[in-house]
């Protein structure tokens, strides 16, 4: 009801504060936004680079040709090659195949012409801390459970930003009866096999998991969001480490929705005869960021997952940027993997 009450709230002041305006016009000159995301994840890495109108939906967005891309990788020039994703007059798109390191320090600079030039820089983090980390599962129904994962890691006293995502993967084999339909015989089908990898999804902890319960929602973005040639669509829990007095053992515990099948079971029912074996593995999977990187991906989580965006409400919003003269992002991360396992746990 409060929360009823507090959006109501707001639409009235928005209501009195309402004026006309025509949306066909555009008003003021037109401004770059520029992404580019560095990191030890992938061979092949996209900078992405188009004009826009002030206003959105106005117009479509309009590039002019002629831009130049210019980008420097601890001074030296960095080889781009115009990428398959470029539309002339709309976005640009270039790509390399250089493996960045942390510690890199990254300078770009774009000029488009009738729209201006932007520029932005980002160092790529070290990668995360040495860590170890540990798991429990908590059955919810028969299949599904809740799985808690503990990451123990040396924390630098300046703090960082961080991420966590848990992979699984599992292997199946079948075999079903089968009746042939001209004599009526049973026969066994062939083994039949089956393997799939995908990402746990993070949710909120709970009393009922034994740990206090969280009134939030955990931040999980898709750090790979910008990279299109990448094919992991999983969801990482971000977080903050704030400045201490020193170096320090860090505990992070994050709650995953997990589904697992039985490790065997066997069908002797009348129409169905047969059965089914399952075997699961499981990879920890660790992020650093960039300071800019770090607060771009929570700015795109706030916006998108506010109390409006679920009313299907789009209210003006703040969304972080650190290019100068225009906008979009610049910044890095490194990811850091453990070794599949059948029993999750361990450390690098």
């Known amino acids: ?28 000159p037109g401004t770059v936004w520029m992404s580019f995301i560095p990191s030890n994840d992938y061979d092949t890495t996209y900078f992405m680079l188009q004009a826009t109108t002030p ?21 030296q020039p960095l080889s781009l090659e115009k990428g398959r994703i470029s539309f002339p007059d709309r976005i640009q798109s270039y790509l390399t195949d250089y493996r960045f390191m942390p510690g890199d320090v990254v300078e770009a600079v774009a000029t488009v012409p009738e729209a201006g030039s932007v520029s932005a820089s980002c160092e790529v983090p070290q990668p995360f801390p040495s860590y170890s980390w540990s798991m429990t599962m908590v ?3 028969s299949t599904v459970y809740t799985m808690l994962v503990d990451i123990e890691y040396d924390g630098p006293h300046d703090g960082g930003y961080y991420g966590a995502a848990v992979i699984q ?3 199946s084999d ?38 206090s319960a969280q ?13 299109t040639l990448s094919g992991n669509y999983y ?28 490790a065997r079971q066997d069908f002797t029912g009348n129409e169905h005869k047969g059965w089914e074996e399952y075997q699961y593995t499981y990879k920890l999977v660790l992020y650093r960021f960039s300071e800019s990187c770090y607060n771009y991906l929570k700015a795109k989580y706030n916006d998108e997952h506010n109390e409006f965006a679920a009313m299907g409400l789009a209210p003006a919003s703040f ?25 999750p746990g361990g450390s690098d």
């Not at 009526?184 to 993070?202: F, I, M, N, Q």
């Not at 009134?215 to 990279?227: A, D, G, K, L, W």
């Not at 969304?319 to 029993?343: H, I, Q």
Request: aromatic share 8%.
């Open 55 to 75: 206003l959105a939906g106005v117009t479509n967005p309009v590039m002019t040709r002629g831009e130049s891309v210019e980008v420097r990788v601890n001074g």
């Open 235 to 262: 969801r990482a829990q971000i977080w903050h480490d704030t400045p201490s007095s020193g170096n320090g053992r860090r505990k992070k515990t994050i709650a995953l929705r997990c589904y697992e099948q039985p």
């Open 1 to 28: 009801m409060r929360k009823a009450l507090t959006i109501l709230s707001v639409l009235t002041v928005l209501a009195a504060c309402e004026k006309s305006f025509d949306i066909s016009k555009q008003v003021g």
């Open 319 to 343: 969304v972080y940027t650190n290019v100068r003269g225009g906008a979009g992002v610049c910044g890095a991360y490194t990811v850091k993997e453990s070794e599949w396992t059948d029993s």
């Open 174 to 211: 079948s075999q079903w009866e089968n009746t042939d339909p001209e004599t009526g015989e049973k026969y066994w089908g062939d083994v039949h096999h089956s393997s799939a990898t995908r990402g746990l999804s993070p949710s909120p902890m709970s009393d009922t998991d034994g740990l």
């Open 139 to 141: 059955q919810r129904r």
């Open 169 to 171: 993967h599992y292997e």
């Open 215 to 227: 009134s939030e929602e955990p931040v999980s973005v898709s750090p790979e969001y910008y990279n």
